[in-house]
């Protein structure tokens, strides 16, 4: 009767561990992060009697619960992971990039079109020389192309701005993230395997990866205990986390807007090549910010050398040799702006004394110049900002399927728990009633004395 009460109660406690284990699994269904729970069943082993009475073949030991388990694959894992850093540095690339187009405005009121109204205001002019109206309407033209390329690189400053703060706040956020996976290696070092405990520190440990791999392109390798070991993808002597020790990572903006990553090397703190993720897609898309700001403030400058060049070759109204009509200071774009407001400063004339010479000398600077660069660089960014968007929708669907895949393993089906509960529900009621059995035989028993 021993036995069957021993048995019987292993049994209870087993079915009792699976069954929490299956109710855990449903009342997190919708949790985030939450891994599949499952229960390892083996014999209990128990040491035969030292007693003539018992065989061997008749002692049965009954059942136990080895270790909670999680559902994990590190194949679909590890892809998940590399899919995830990739479309984070797609989304932020063509994010900022779209952005910056916005700045490089081709509409009516980009630099494109106050370039063309320029010119063309100077068409109008030549047809009227004498007209202080065509003159006035010229200089507004201009002040009007000086306005838009200030506008353009404030929008290209903006955007630097918003990419070095959004690269820090993602900065800020590893390194939060590597802080707390520490404090979870230390905890899953002392955790018991096989527990239930030790599984949530698991989970935990997974979600702080995957938010560090949408961020930071990271490498991860577990300890026979679960703890992980962080590094930069491709760089393994950049670590960012070893045990309990967490190695903070930086960004640094420099004077043009670009970005530098610093993380642990060896001994010390070093730059660091792009690192994808989200991060890596920043640093990126900063270098491509800086090149247009660089592009631009070449264009304006050359520009008013352009047209201060083409004014001094004339004669203003008064028949003096022409003065600058525009002034761009060391900041480039973003501070040129017409030198004068007199309508009697254009030099209309040319040197030769003929009222508009100056005026048609003026459209032969235009092929090759300020327009022609500014199409091109509206164009190639347009480009440039097409094939981000595409890339981002490609490895976003990528992503997802990664994410799918691994939460085919990792999920909760919630038809497969109603079966597995009613299989150890019925497994729980067997073992109660093997119970039931030992306690009726044993009073039979009794009652024959």
Do not use: C
């Amino acid at each position: 009767m021993s036995d069957l009460l021993s048995i019987g109660a292993s049994g209870i406690s087993a079915y009792k561990t699976a069954l929490s284990a299956i109710s855990d699994n449903v009342a997190n269904a919708e949790t985030p992060g939450f891994t599949r729970r499952s229960t390892a069943q083996r014999e209990q082993l128990t040491a035969l009697p030292m007693t003539p009475v018992y065989r061997g073949n008749m002692v049965f030991s009954g059942t136990q619960i080895t270790a909670i388990t999680r559902a994990y694959d590190q194949f679909r894992d590890q892809e998940a992971r590399a899919a995830s850093a990739e479309a984070g540095s797609a989304e932020a690339r063509a994010r900022w990039l779209q952005t910056a187009e916005n700045a490089l405005d081709d509409g009516d009121a980009g630099i494109g079109a106050r370039l063309t109204a320029f010119f063309n205001a100077a068409d109008a002019l030549a047809s009227d020389p004498a007209n202080p109206m065509p003159r006035q309407a010229l200089l507004s033209a201009l002040d009007a192309a000086a306005g838009a390329f200030r506008t353009a690189a404030g929008g290209l400053a903006t955007t630097a701005t918003g990419v070095a703060k959004e690269a820090q706040a993602h900065v800020d956020a590893v390194n939060g993230s590597l802080a707390a996976l520490a404090k979870v290696n230390l905890a899953l070092m002392r955790s018991e395997p096989g527990t239930a405990a030790q599984a949530s520190l698991l989970d935990e440990r997974d979600r702080l990866v995957d938010d560090i791999s949408g961020r930071l392109d990271i490498d991860a390798s577990y300890g026979a205990d679960g703890t992980a070991t962080l590094t930069l993808a491709g760089n393994k002597a950049a670590k960012l986390l070893s045990g309990v020790m967490a190695n903070p990572i930086a960004v640094a903006q420099a004077a043009n807007g670009t970005l530098t990553l610093f993380a642990s090397v060896g001994d010390g703190t070093q730059s660091v090549p792009l690192a994808g993720g989200a991060i890596g897609g920043l640093i990126d898309v900063a270098a491509t910010v800086a090149d247009r700001r660089a592009s631009l403030d070449a264009i304006a400058t050359d520009f008013a050398a352009t047209v201060n060049g083409w004014s001094a070759a004339g004669r203003d109204a008064a028949g003096n040799p022409g003065q600058p009509l525009l002034a761009i200071g060391a900041t480039g774009a973003a501070s040129l702006a017409i030198a004068t407001t007199d309508p009697a400063a254009v030099a209309a004339a040319s040197a030769d004394g003929t009222p508009n010479g100056n005026l048609i000398a003026l459209q032969s600077l235009r092929s090759g110049g300020a327009e022609d660069r500014m199409a091109a660089l509206v164009a190639g960014h347009a480009q440039a900002t097409a094939q981000a968007l595409t890339q981002a929708d490609v490895t976003a669907t990528r992503r997802d399927a990664a994410l799918i895949a691994r939460a085919e393993v990792t999920g909760i089906d919630l038809d497969r728990e109603a079966a597995e509960l009613i299989r150890f529900q019925q497994a729980y009621n067997g073992s109660a009633r093997i119970i039931q059995v030992a306690r009726e035989t044993l009073q039979a028993i009794l009652d024959l004395f």
